[in-house]
């Protein structure tokens, strides 16, 4: 037995990732994006693109009254959800033709998600279709990989190792525009008092090699291993977060743990 088998995919990539990454990233830019927004009790919100559905777990463990709702295409990622919570309607479809009536919600909510929308003006459009006069937007996305260390490590580690087609998946986790231009495609889709601010988040993980796992058996990535025995995938993953952690600032790796900077873009805006 080695060192690392306890992390062998016992389980699916949508439940490893609600195990593994939601604590280490997601649940810090949900808990973000809530304090900014505090939705008021009674209102009701809506989670696009909701996950495994940490926003509006969140909210409703910080004691939200009102309806409360999730949204996402992938089936698999709502099956955890809806094991996870009762508290929450999760419904699986498409963000660009939310099934919901006009002004149905007060707050709606986006994490992480609007880099993956073929077609963000009309994902946008339809989040202040469903909005009530007043209602509020709050969204998360990441910017430019460079400016996320580990995730810029990664990418070309995979790059090295695997061929340049194998980083696409995580390349397209992040926008390559700047503020303003994410500002412009909100306001285009209606909304006003639209402010977008640059954060910046300190993400953990045990080590680079956890890191590394965690990215290439609970997300998408994992099929660049399908074809790897248990063992394959171990000494894949092992060379590249030894590639990884060569690329990083020592400062990022004391006493073997992996600390990072990540950083998005968080938009608050309102509805005249």
Request: charged share 25%.
């Amino acid at each position: 037995m080695t060192v690392h088998d306890h992390w062998q995919m016992d389980a699916s990539a949508p439940e490893l990732y609600e195990r593994y990454l939601v604590p280490a990233i997601t649940s810090v830019w949900a808990d973000d994006l809530l304090d900014r927004i505090e939705p008021a009790k009674g209102q009701s919100v809506l989670d696009v693109a909701c996950g495994t559905g940490v926003v509006a777990r969140r909210l409703a463990e910080r004691g939200h009254v009102g309806r409360l709702v999730g949204i996402d295409l992938n089936g698999a990622m709502l099956a955890v959800a809806r094991a996870k919570s009762s508290d929450v309607e999760w419904t699986e479809g498409s963000a660009l033709d939310l099934p919901f009536a006009t002004r149905s919600f007060d707050v709606v909510l986006c994490q992480l998600g609007l880099q993956f929308f073929p077609d963000r003006p009309q994902a946008l459009r339809e989040m202040a279709r469903v909005l009530r006069p007043s209602g509020r937007l709050g969204l998360s996305v990441y910017s430019a990989i460079e400016h996320t260390p580990a995730a810029n490590a990664f990418v070309q580690a995979l790059d090295g190792f695997l061929g340049p087609e194998s980083s696409r998946t995580k390349r397209a986790e992040h926008l390559t525009c700047n503020a303003d231009e994410v500002g412009n495609w909100v306001r285009q889709a209606g909304f006003d008092r639209v402010g977008v601010e640059t954060v910046t988040k300190e993400i953990g993980f045990p080590s680079a090699f956890d890191y590394v796992r965690f990215q290439l058996t609970a997300t998408p990535m994992a099929a660049l291993l399908t074809k790897e025995d248990d063992a394959g995938r171990e000494r894949t993953i092992t060379t590249i977060a030894d590639d990884v952690a060569a690329r990083l600032d020592p400062s990022m790796l004391a006493n073997g743990r992996l600390t990072f900077p990540q950083e998005s873009f968080v938009v608050v805006a309102s509805l005249r």
